[in-house]
């Protein structure tokens, strides 16, 4: 029986507890990917009796089409540019525009979403970083070489669904990869959930303030 659709992101999060219990006792470090990702890094982080961060990582949308990904990029300006990203018009001029107005937006982020606080180290710990689901997989990709630079103990991807082409594209990126779906009729994260509702910054702000 397919456990599609989700009912909203709590009740994903609860199955994904169900298969990351190993994790539990090894006080993980789980990093949310704003905003969707947050309220499910809040249940995985109390659940499993870890702490809760978040990994500030932008995708870089195509010319005329923001929804569609074109490749990613971080809180240190590295990026990952997708190989279809010139045949979509988004040139080298494009990319490097598209690139500072995100990590202009990673700035405001880290301003609003930090509270003063220093981002969570995640040298030698077991890392779970969090997502609502993956369609092209570019943010996550990012997020997880991200993470891997500060070489975790032990790296996870987690996320309640996922395109075939976007789990395939995170797999070599992280020691283990926990995906409760794979649709072939994939066409968009929110598709999968009966409710999707846009998490605004506040909720972040509270979500993050309340970290143990």
């Known amino acids: 029986m397919s456990i599609l ?15 990351l219990a190993g994790c ?21 982080a109390d659940a499993l009796h870890g702490e809760l961060d978040v990994i500030l990582v932008r995708k870089l949308g195509a010319p005329g089409n923001p929804e569609l990904a074109v490749g990613a990029v971080d809180e240190t300006g590295d990026m990952r540019i997708a ?3 010139a045949s979509v018009g988004a040139d080298e001029a494009y ?12 700035r405001e982020q880290r301003r609003l979403y930090g509270g003063g606080r220093e981002p969570v180290d995640p040298h030698g710990r077991l890392v779970i970083v969090v997502d609502d689901g993956l369609a092209t997989g570019a943010t ?9 630079r500060c070489a975790p103990s032990h790296l996870i991807c987690a996320v309640p669904v996922a395109s ?8 070599a990126l992280a020691d283990e990869v926990v995906c409760l779906a794979t649709p072939a009729d994939f066409s968009s994260v929110g598709a999968h959930y009966l409710q999707f509702e846009q998490v605004e910054d506040a909720e972040v702000v509270a979500t993050l303030s309340d970290r143990r």
């Open 164 to 171: 075939v082409e976007a789990l395939a594209r995170v797999a």
């Open 83 to 85: 190989k279809y990203a």
């Open 140 to 148: 996550m990709a990012v997020a997880l070489a991200s993470v891997r």
């Open 24 to 44: 539990r006792g090894g006080n993980p470090l789980v990093l949310a990917i704003p905003r969707g990702a947050v309220p499910i890094g809040r249940v995985l």
């Open 5 to 19: 659709p989700f009912l909203d992101r709590a009740h994903a999060a609860r199955f994904l507890v169900d298969r």
């Open 95 to 106: 990319l490097q525009a598209e690139a500072a107005r995100q990590l202009a937006r990673i």
